[in-house]
Structure formats: structure tokens, C-alpha cells
């Protein structure tokens, strides 16, 4: 496999580089690229597989995601825009509002994310998820209370 040459005239000279500064850039961007394609494509199969095992909603699954995406955020935020060659002072002072931002998010996505407003047993679960799995378990497949309606009125036009 041949090198990247985009017939740019110089451009490591130009930005007071030489040919092998480039090719380390170029090869520190493929490594990027293919790490960050890594974790897309786990967390894609991960995705796909959660439905069936039964992990979908679990709290570990909730952190997974976005512990990986905060990851890819930090690939980004340290390679693409060079925040990684900085001093570490301007590191934290860039990154520690963003940092305890998604804390935050964390939080909230795994202790709110459910909460339905009313008390009992029953306080952070879904009241409309509840009713379809009622629904499911009775042998009804939708409809709620305006269905049971429509099959009674038609009934009673039948007889």
C-alpha cells in the first residue's frame, strides 16, 4: 500500500514540518480512526444484542453506552482538536465543566430516567409499560379501555 499524497505542494515544509512528521500525523489519525470504529461497532453489537439477552433498560447497559460515548467524546476532544498537546492546566480548565456535566447526565439518566411521578411498590416503573404487559399477559394486544369499548359495542350490535 502506497502513502497518502494529496499533490497539497509541500505542505510539511510549508507548516515548518518535515515528510516524516506527516506520516506520523497520518498515522496517528488512522489509529484514531480505527479505534473509535472499534467502539462504535461493539457498542452497535452490543445494541443489537440487548433485545434478545434481556439487557435492555438495565442500569449496567445505561452506563456502558455512555461511558463509551464519553470515551469517544475524549478521543475526539484530544486528537482532533489537540487538546492532548496542551499543558494539563488548560486541559482541566477546558474539560472539568464537561466532565461534571455528563456526571450529572449519569445521574440523572440512571435514578430519574424511569420515575412515573406516583408512589407504592411500583414508583419507578413505566405506568404505561405496566398496562401493555398487563394487556400482553390477559391476551389483549392493544387498545386499552377504548378497544374493550369497541368490542362491547360491537357486540351489542350483533345481538
Do not use: C
Amino acid at each position: 500500500m502506497s502513502d497518502f499524497h494529496d499533490h497539497y505542494p509541500n505542505y510539511e515544509v510549508m507548516s515548518n514540518h518535515d515528510e516524516e512528521h506527516g506520516k506520523k500525523a497520518r498515522r496517528t489519525l488512522w489509529n484514531v480512526f480505527w479505534v473509535m470504529l472499534a467502539i462504535t461497532i461493539f457498542e452497535l453489537v452490543v445494541g443489537f444484542m440487548a433485545p434478545s439477552k434481556g439487557w435492555s433498560g438495565t442500569w449496567w447497559l445505561k452506563t456502558l453506552f455512555i461511558s463509551l460515548t464519553v470515551v469517544k467524546a475524549a478521543a475526539i476532544v484530544l486528537w482532533f482538536m489537540h487538546l492532548g498537546h496542551e499543558k494539563k492546566v488548560f486541559k482541566y480548565t477546558i474539560l472539568m465543566p464537561y466532565i461534571v456535566f455528563m456526571f450529572y447526565l449519569i445521574f440523572i439518566v440512571l435514578t430519574e430516567g424511569t420515575y412515573s411521578g406516583k408512589g407504592g411498590r411500583l414508583a419507578k416503573i413505566d405506568p404505561i409499560f405496566v398496562e401493555q404487559q398487563k394487556a400482553l399477559a390477559n391476551g389483549h394486544h392493544g387498545g386499552g379501555e377504548a378497544g374493550e369499548h369497541h368490542e362491547a359495542a360491537g357486540e351489542e350490535a350483533h345481538h
